[in-house]
């Protein structure tokens, strides 16, 4: 690998103050991002994934209590959000500011960022507007995001984190609050911008199908950790992890209609506001040996392909 | 018979030179407008028309009576009539008048206004005249300056005397005759021949008075004129002095909370004296009609139950006097303080009421009674909370009604839709202007501070008609030392402390006080210090 | 038609129905009270049954109040809105008399409420749990808890009693006779402390709406996503934290903008101000129908179009309300 990784991320721990102690949202995530590349985080809701986007993006609340070490070597400076990073959240029907209208929110990076007048950004907005699929667009640019369908928002809100330029889209489940119709389009959409633009791409979900349409490279989260990571066609096709593999089963039987929002897997996940002691997964895994709850599995493989499970420790 | 002759210039020299009690061998100092409080400002300002005090309040000072009341002997001094004399048979009095007063509009004053006025206005539509002046038949104005009332029955004089301040405003005939004088429009743009002449009003706002150059009593007045601010917030009018930009607030405008702070300001004063002659009395109202009320027994256990001392020093913080009767002391030519009284003594009270039959039952009530504070005054409604507990002691269970003005009214005096009330009747220098009427029986439901209360005694009727057409004063007096006997014995009504009001002024307002009924008389000889 | 037209006009077309249930609502409130206007009036004077009777027929008390209320009815279809009994003077004089000083007051308490309120607010809602906030929302606390009599007090003893830079009470200088510009300020001198006391209490209510509105903003998902874009603090602030918090506080306006109107009976009997508030009072005090109905007429009317005006601004302010809907 010679490329200069766009993103580096060691040990990253989270944790958030509560009553009675601390609630980890990420126990020691390590990630290497390349440009253009694009990643899915997957895993049950709880398990670090939107934490992990939010801290990539700078966005974690004031109180949250961060360790570990955030690199954009291929950057070589802090990243600014909006400049750098674009985000799209999950639900297009509170992330859009609903007393303004949709041209001025697209063009506000541009306006800030850009160092343009607001009538070039608003030109720019119309014209992204067009792109994401918004017709039409001059006419509509005006209209405040009430008057949009969920699919029609959440294309502004890709429409919102692209407008600067940035070399990374991070975006947080995009497509769940969505209709299956619609989260094909917006999969889609996300698809060909990230190719023209050639943005790297951190994309989170629960469901391994949106992973494995729009993903390189797939990482497994449980518990605030990584613990399975591999490009996309090795992670679904031959799972190492017993909880990677509990993950696909579930989607894998919920893939016919109706979906569930959400993969069941048997049991729950660890306490966030207990210390872990072994394989955070152990209490639940079906191959769990004695050794799995006292010793703590290492990563077996490479940073991009490898797994922390002591079934396949050497 | 009376006769009393004062000269004018004496008159005027004796009433600049004789305040009570502040005696300071200045000279007035002409100029000067004083800035007063108003707290109302009546629909209709004609104090021919309206004898009340928030009338007279304004209009005394543009519109005179025929007589003012004065400290001293007699109790009287002149204004537009210089003396007057009643027949022996009673059935006229004559009054000679000034014949060198001009009204402001400039037309001369006469026995035709006062024929005019007495005929039709006192005893056609004045609230208080039409009752007093039934009698009067006809006036005769034989030359300008002389006017014989004439009554269809024997009218003391002595009373009409004493009714000349409040009654007996003269407005001229020449603007009122052939008017329907209700609707006149002269009864809010005064004419009269008083030493201040009505400039405006500006509702909401302001009166506005000035000096009359043409005064009949001149070199009177000193002050230039009179502005009544009206402030209806007690507590404004208070600020207001304190900052400066009032000279004077009267009728206790100002809270008697607030008056130790402001008689504590240098250069303000508290002033007690000048309402003798409308005096007060804070009365427990009682429903004769209620069976337990009926019975003198639970009305005395009820007025042992009071005591006035307390009543004076927490709701009147030492301003009042405990009553003995219906008449003030004040009062020297009626007042008798020989009368039953009834001290204050809960064991007493509870004795009588269990003699009457009213024992405490399992609760310790032993019966309840819905009481209603008449909400005229701060002192009623606190008198109300007051009663509520005194009565508790002696085992009666009264439960407060508290209404506005027009609820207190309707329910007390037209529906008796009461058990107890708390009154606050004013004495009008006669016991037969408004007191007796609160004794006396057979009066139409409706009328207000009358005897509404059920009660209904033949002597006390009996003594009431006698006093009214006594001729004598001496045998009139001694009749009407026997209404206060029977009223404290029978005890319709309680009449617990009487009360006059304060003035707060500023200490350069000078001759404050003048007569006992100075805030609402001509202020003609009222000046202001540089 | 614009949907603002629309709304206007489907808004006056059901005026007439609001205006018609508070001049029912009027009569019969002051018929339920005990007691008339001659009651009211003798209660302060006295008098015989003789003069309590003809009062009552010249003051028409002595029909019925079927008969009384169609009359005034129909005086009010010639647009006579009746002669108050209290004043003895035509009420549309008297309406019109006080209108103007009242609406001075209630928009000049208003835009200080506003001010001050607005301000108060943004600085605590501008940065929540900072300490700007807690100093400002301990300013509001303060300003919430004092009743605007006592509020009213407290400034007169300080700049009329004390300091002596304003009047204590009263509209203008009596005597005075000023002209043109100095009249104009005379009135503004008369009017700083009952403007002040009336606004200072909503000054609190707004600003609590108002913070309370930039709280929740800061808390919306579309902050923290506009946050992701990068833009600075100050746009963020105004044009998405505050601009969203306008949305409620409009509302509280449109809400107490007529009660400020019609229900400043305090501050304008502290003040000695003549306005509607006290005039309102005093005919149900002194049972004064054709007064009350007048006030509470111009009330409503100003209500009506204070509503209006919120509405409008409503469909500025947040384009989610839409204007137009159904015009049943």
Sequence with gaps: MSTIPLLSVRALRVCFAADKGRIWALRGFDFVLDPGERVALVGESGAGKSTALLAIAGLLDRQAQVEGTLDFPALGRRPIPGKDIGFVFQDPFSSLDPVMDVATQIAEPIRFHKDVSWRVA??????????????????????????????????????????????????????????????????????????????????????????????????????????????SARVLGAPRHPYTRALLAAALSLARPPPRPLPEIPGTPPDPEAALVGCSFAPRCAFAQPHCRTFSPGWTGTPRDGVACHLFSP | MTLRRRELLACSLLSALAPAGIARAEPPRRGGVLV????????????????????????????????????GQGGLEPRLALAWEGSPDGLSVTFRLRSDVRFHDGTPFSSADVAFCALELWKKHQNLGRAFFKDLEAVDTPDPSTAILRF??????????????????????????????????????????????????????????????????????????????????????????????????????????????????????????????????????INHRRKE??????????????????????????????ATGPVPRFDTTFFTDEVPSYPFDRKRAEALLDEAGYPRQADGVRFRVDLLPAPWFEQTRQMGEYLREA??????????????????????????????????????????????????????????FSNQYGYANPEMDAVIRAAARALDPAERAALYRRFQKLAMEDLPLIPVCEFTFLTVARTRVRNVATNPRWAVSNWADCWLES | MSPGLALVRRRLAHAPLVLALVITGCFVLLEAAPGDAVDAYVASLGGDAGFLHELRARWGLDKTPWTRFLLYLAGLATGDLGISLTFNRPVRALLLERLPITLLLAFSAMAVALLVGGILGFLAGSRPGSLRDRLASACVLALNATPSFWLGIVLVLLFAVRLRWLPSAGIETIGADYRGLARLCDLARHMVLPVLTLGLVYAALYARVLRAGMVEAWRSDFVRAARAKGIPRRRLLFAHVARNALVPLVTVVGVHG???????????????VPGLGRLAFEAVIYRDPALLVGVVLVCALLVIILNLAVDLLYGWLDPRIELADSPS
């Design chain 1, 122 to 231: 608003r030109a720019q907005a119309v014209a992204l507007l067009r792109r994401v699929g918004i017709e039409p667009a001059g006419a509509r640019a005006r209209d405040v995001p009430h008057r949009f369908s969920g699919g029609e928002r959440q294309r502004i809100a890709i429409a919102i984190a692209i407008a600067a330029g940035p070399k990374l889209l991070l975006a947080d489940e995009p497509t769940s609050a969505l209709d299956t119709a619609t989260q094909a389009q917006i999969l889609d959409l996300l698809d060909s911008l990230v190719r023209e633009r050639g943005m790297a791409l951190v994309l989170v979900t629960h469901d391994p199908a949106v992973a494995a349409r729009i993903a390189d490279r797939i990482l497994v989260l449980y518990a605030g950790r990584c613990v399975e990571a591999g490009p």
């Design chain 2, 36 to 71: 007063v409080a108003a707290d109302t400002e009546p629909r209709n300002l004609n104090p021919a028309l309206v004898a009340s005090n928030g009338v007279f309040f304004v209009a005394s000072k543009v519109i005179e009576p025929l007589a003012e009341m004065a400290y």
């Design chain 2, 152 to 285: 269809s029955a024997p009218t003391p004089v002595q009373l009409v005397a004493n009714a000349l301040p409040a009654l007996t405003a003269v407005v001229p005939r020449h603007l009122f005759a052939g008017t329907d004088v209700l609707t006149n429009p002269h009864n809010q743009k005064l004419i009269g021949t008083g030493p201040f002449r009505f400039v405006e009003h500006r509702p909401g706002q302001f009166y506005r008075l000035e000096r009359n150059p043409d005064y009949w009593g001149a070199p009177l007045p000193w002050l230039d004129g009179i502005v009544y601010r009206v402030l209806p917030d007690r507590g404004a009018i208070a600020a207001a002095l304190e900052a400066g930009e009032i000279d004077l607030a009267a009728f206790s405008a100002v809270p008697l909370a607030d008056l130790k702070r402001l008689a504590a300001v240098p250069g303000i004063a508290v002033i007690d004296k000048g309402y003798e002659g409308i005096t007060y009395q804070l009365t427990v109202e």
């Design chain 2, 293 to 322: 009320l009926s019975d003198v027994r639970v009305r005395r256990a009820i007025a042992h139950a009071i005591d006035r001392e307390f009543v004076v020093r927490a709701i009147f913080l030492g301003w009042a006097k405990p």
């Design chain 2, 391 to 448: 009565l508790k002691a002696i085992g009666i269970e009264a439960r407060l009604v508290i209404k506005d003005p027009a609820g207190h009214q309707k329910a007390v005096y037209t529906d008796h839709a009461f058990d107890l009330a708390i009154g606050s009747p004013v004495y009008r220098n006669d016991p037969a202007i408004s007191t007796t009427i609160l004794y006396e029986s057979g009066l139409p439901p409706g009328v207000p």
């Design chain 3, 258 to 272: 007529a009660s400020m109107v019609g229900g400043s009976v305090v501050v304008e009997s502290l003040f000695a």
